[in-house]
């Protein structure tokens, strides 16, 4: 399995084998279900990340994979909506160089806040801070069983605005708006 859980063992086993760690930050009022997409890692109805808390995991190299949460009320049922999603994929090589890829992408939809940046470098950071819930047209808005907005769809409508409050952030799906950086620490936040 390439994903473990950082446990003393494990930092000390990935760390000579230079392995990648990410820093998970809940910093919404809501518990949030994180879900983990990648290559080596199983399927999964994700794992609760409760409001104001973090957790880490590691990742080894040239793995990719994207993250994105729901409430907490998914956390032992399938919810199937568009979210924000954010994608690394490390140590790729280009123009000589490793360099690692990331994208907070909104191509299908927004229901959080989300970005991520380097640890230990301050020019690849990218988010999309703003609360597009808040300015999401009646005819984009998914709503929970309890009649509460849990995500705004992308559409052409919403497009434009979407871009303008997330500049870094890829809107559509001819947009290639990622960092480039080379880190071995991240921190992706949610909320």
């Not at 997409?37 to 104001?52: E, K, W």
């Not at 993250?67 to 032992?76: A, G, K, Q």
Request: net charge negative.
């Amino acid at each position: 399995m390439l994903i473990l859980i950082r446990t003393l063992f494990a930092v000390i086993y990935l760390t000579l084998i230079n392995a990648n760690s990410i820093r998970f930050n809940n910093t919404g009022i809501q518990n949030l279900v994180v879900i983990l997409q990648g290559v080596g890692h199983p399927p999964s109805n994700g794992t609760l990340l409760t409001a104001g808390n973090y957790s880490e995991i590691i990742v080894l190299n040239e793995w990719e994979g994207s993250f994105y949460t729901y409430p907490e009320e998914c956390l032992n049922t399938a919810c199937d909506y568009p979210v924000t999603k954010v994608s690394v994929a490390f140590e790729r090589y280009m123009f000589g160089s490793f360099y690692d890829f990331l994208l907070v992408d909104l191509n299908q939809g927004f229901n959080v806040p989300a970005s991520i940046k380097s640890l230990t470098r301050t020019d690849c950071d990218i988010g999309c801070d703003a609360d597009l819930l808040a300015i999401c047209p009646e005819e984009d808005q998914i709503k929970n069983e309890e009649g509460e907005l849990v995500t705004c769809k992308t559409s052409v409508g919403n497009f434009q605005e979407f871009k303008k409050l997330c500049p870094e952030a890829r809107v559509d799906g001819g947009d290639l708006d990622l960092s480039v950086c080379a880190s071995m620490s991240y921190e992706i936040t949610f909320g």
